[in-house]
């Protein structure tokens, strides 16, 4: 068996060292990101409800979070997901967030021609969606980095525009799902801060 010379070694566990250094302080920016849409999305529901007017944002008023084509829920409970592996996690997060600026601009689209004047709604949608897309971009190189391959591909589908009414509540509906994602993908990040610390 080849003995490898003691220099080439050395080189070899360094630059090993430097990858996974490297790959620690992309996880902490990620998981850096998804505070800050976790709390972005936060002030983006409640600015959402505010510009709604009633019933939204009223003691009565219920809408149950729904899932569209391109758009699941969690597929588990956050307790459930600890079961899952790292590659499962990052696969759903990066197809939610590669989806989520198709989902956030139609809400953009509807709430230009419903409420024209909410420039600060219309500026939170647009924040928002990019930053979505930052944090998938950044999903993908920390899989790429890991060695998992993507998930399967699923194409987002919007929900077609209806009444008045019709769009508000998709467009609640989606702003619920991205907080949901935010926190989720924050506490996933979470996980794999702890495994690689910088």
Known sequence: MEVLPVDFAKRLSSSSSRSQQELAIKIKKTHNLTIVLQNGSKRLLKEYITCQGPPFGTPSFSASITPFPGLPLPSLSAKARLDLS????????????????????TVLRQQTLLNPTATDLHQQLDTSQMQCLGLANNLKSIMASMGIMPGPAVPAEPPEEGSTFAMKTVGYQICQLYQVWASQSQEDLALLVAKYPV
Do not use: H, M, Y
Request: charged share 25%; no cysteine.
């Open 86 to 105: 790292d590659a499962e996690r990052l696969q759903e997060d990066a197809l939610a967030f590669s989806n989520l600026p198709a989902f956030l601009t």
